[in-house]
T-cell receptor, first 115, second 112 residues
Framework: EAQVTQNPRYLITVTGKKLTVTCSQN?????MSWYRQDPGLGLRQIYY???????DKGDVPEGYKVSRKEKRNFPLILESPSPNQTSLYFC??????????????FGSGTRLTVV | GESVGLHLPTLSVQEGDNSIINCAYS??????FIWYKQESGKGPQFIID?????DKRQGQRVTVLLNKTVKHLSLQIAATQPGDSAVYFC???????????FGKGTMLLVSP
């Protein structure tokens, strides 16, 4: 089944403890992206990647890192999480960033709580 | 860039009614739009798309209308069912080389 898989689905952590949220897609998509979703603010883009070894900042990149060493994986790294990073996170992928034909495919989300 | 917004945060309808969810955009160069549905606890899912050279596109029980003059698009859901209860997002692409920008979402509540 074609899908975007995120892990974990739920995570509670403490301030300052490094964490990684994994994202993997099995559709050979070139484009991958991370979003956070907060009440009243909608989906905000954190980072995106047009292809392997190519990453760019989105609208809210502060406090996050990403890497794209291989096509299928795009992990989101929080080096020193803070409570304001408590949010619902989504990974998305597409054949290309321009999204023509069916837009982006989203993962099921990771709900992160930083205490 | 692209600014995409929705007119109403919540829309409540009765089962069997037709629902209309609206979206405005700011970039007149936007050339591609998508409507997504997000059910509770899930990621957004593609519903229907429309390119800027069209003003209407129909799917199964859904129709998207695009009015480029006033930079507005709408999603119409016919014979709304309880399973249609979800948050609906519009997304727009600013140009052929840019990525999608998402609106904040409208929650559709369908009561039996």
């Amino acid at each position: 089944e074609a899908q975007v898989t995120q892990n974990p689905r739920y995570l509670i952590t403490v301030t300052g403890k490094k964490l990684t949220v994994t994202c993997s897609q099995n559709m050979n998509h070139e484009y991958m992206s991370w979003y956070r979703q907060d009440p009243g603010l909608g989906l905000r883009q954190i980072y995106y990647s047009m292809n392997v070894e190519v990453t760019d900042k989105g609208d809210v990149p502060e406090g996050y890192k990403v890497s794209r060493k291989e096509k299928r994986n795009f992990p989101l790294i929080l080096e020193s999480p803070s409570p304001n990073q408590t949010s619902l996170y989504f990974c998305a992928s597409s054949l290309s960033g321009t999204a023509i034909n069916y837009g982006y495919t989203f993962g099921s989300g990771t709900r992160l709580t930083v205490v | 860039g692209e600014s995409v917004g929705l007119h109403l945060p919540t829309l409540s309808v009765q089962e069997g009614d037709n629902s209309i969810i609206n979206c405005a955009y700011s970039n007149s160069a936007s050339d591609y739009f998508i409507w997504y549905k997000q059910e509770s606890g899930k990621g957004p899912q593609f519903i229907i798309d429309i390119r800027s050279n069209m003003d209407k596109r129909q799917g199964q029980r859904v129709t998207v209308l695009l009015n480029k003059t006033v930079k507005h698009l709408s999603l119409q859901i016919a014979a709304t069912q309880p399973g249609d209860s979800a948050v609906y997002f519009c997304a727009g692409r600013g140009s052929g080389y840019s990525t999608l920008t998402f609106g904040k979402g409208t929650m559709l509540l369908v009561s039996p």
